[in-house]
């Protein structure tokens, strides 16, 4: 006679053995990376002091990937030992996110209260997922103002940021009020690497708004930034001058 073989299971009956002792597992002892010997638990278990004990997985969940612990199935939330069903509000959807309530408002509407409120976006602004600054956002060109968007007014010689909600002036412009004015570069300087200001050619010093000569003494050479001077090896800086150590 022909017997059927028994279906076996990979997960292991959870209430075959309530408790067992670590020594009673060798599968589950090993050397740790100081070669002494250690012990776990088996997948379907947890470590209670000397001992493992079987996991209670309540209805509508199952154990977790680690098979230490159990998590509850999607659309149920856990609360203390049990897993309770999600009621999704109108205009939501369920949702397993870390730290969410179990639901997630539709895009278009905000959570109000354990409610689903539409979002009222104003003139110029369109709504966007997140429920920061009220679900909505402003259109480029425009700012937010109060509970609404204003344009954003870009003077002569000026662009929008990548933004979109503020301005800047062009190149060898610089903001002056609500306008863009020339930057007047003085003679031996050039447009720093903003393009709203200058600096001064080597060899020079800014004095106000002038570049002067630098005054290089005796013994000493321009120095890197090419606005200041340095002694040289065996000289020592007093005041404007070098001398020797």
């Given at each position: 006679m022909l017997v059927a073989p028994a279906f076996v299971s990979s997960q292991p009956t959870l209430t075959a053995t309530p408790a067992i002792a670590p020594g009673a597992v060798p599968a589950s002892i090993h050397a740790d990376r100081?070669?002494?010997?250690?012990?776990?638990?088996p997948r379907g278990f947890q470590e209670r002091g000397e001992t493992c004990v079987a996991i209670k997985v309540p209805a509508n969940a199952y154990l977790s990937a680690f098979g230490n612990e159990w998590e509850c199935n999607r659309g149920y939330q856990r609360m203390g030992e049990r897993c309770a069903a999600v009621k999704v509000p109108d205009n939501a959807h369920a949702d397993d996110q870390p730290f969410a309530p179990g639901w997630e408002c539709d895009r278009g509407y905000?959570?109000?209260?354990?409610?689903?409120?539409?979002v009222l976006v104003p003139a110029n602004a369109y709504a966007v997922d997140s429920a920061f600054n009220g679900g909505w956002e402003c259109d480029r060109g425009y700012r937010r103002d109060g509970k609404g968007c204003t344009a954003v007014m870009v003077p002569a010689h000026g662009f929008l940021q990548r933004g979109?909600?503020?301005?800047?002036?062009?190149?060898?412009?610089?903001?002056?009020?609500?306008?863009?004015?020339?930057?007047?570069?003085?003679?031996?300087?050039y447009l720093d690497g903003t393009g709203?200001?200058?600096?001064?050619?080597?060899?020079?010093?800014?004095?106000?708004?002038?570049?002067?000569?630098?005054?290089?003494?005796?013994?000493a050479y321009i120095a890197y930034s090419g606005n200041d001077w340095t002694c040289v090896d065996g000289f020592r800086r007093q005041g404007e001058a070098c001398i020797a150590n």
């Open positions: 100081y070669g002494r010997s250690a012990w776990e638990c905000l959570a109000v209260n354990g409610t689903c409120t539409p979109g909600d503020d301005w800047d002036c062009d190149r060898s412009f610089r903001k002056q009020a609500d306008a863009c004015a020339p930057v007047e570069v003085p003679a031996n300087a709203h200001g200058w600096k001064c050619e080597r060899g020079f010093r800014r004095q106000g708004s002038i570049c002067e000569p630098l005054v290089v003494p005796t013994s």
